[in-house]
Nanobody, 115 residues
Framework: VQLQASGGGLVEPGGSLRLSCTASGRIIFSRSAVDWHRQAPGQQRELVASITSSGSTNYVDSVKGRFTISRDNAENTVYLQMNNLKPEDTAVYYC?????????WGQGTLVTVSS
């Protein structure tokens, strides 16, 4: 199983981006949970948002009301819609997939929020 994260880029404060995390390979995607993490320069990796196989979601307090995690099982993809972005959201964003006792990580995608 492989994960491909995409959608990062440069955006001005107040702007929006949508990140995608797509799984490929032999997997029943609908049974997985998926997390988005981020790591800013010089800081530890932080769990940003999670979505379970049943669609329940959780967010770190700093992004509540601004970020939305969702999934499209037909496309084997989880999205992270990020609105009202702030400079402190600048980081490399990573997704990981958890299924049964396995965890798979994707590569990161860089989000830069700057004017």
């Amino acid at each position: 199983v492989q994960l491909q994260a995409s959608g990062g880029g440069l955006v001005e404060p107040g702007g929006s981006l949508r990140l995608s995390c797509t799984a490929s390979g032999r997997i029943i995607f609908s049974r997985s949970a998926v997390d988005w993490h981020r790591q800013a320069p010089g800081q530890q990796r932080e769990l940003v948002a999670s979505i379970t196989s049943s669609g329940s979601t959780n967010y770190v307090d700093s992004v509540k009301g601004r970020f939305t995690i969702s999934r499209d099982n037909a496309e084997n993809t989880v999205y992270l819609q990020m609105n009202n972005l702030k400079p402190e959201d600048t980081a490399v964003y990573y997704c990981n997939l958890r299924i049964y006792r396995s965890t798979v990580w994707g590569q990161g995608t860089l989000v830069t929020v700057s004017s």
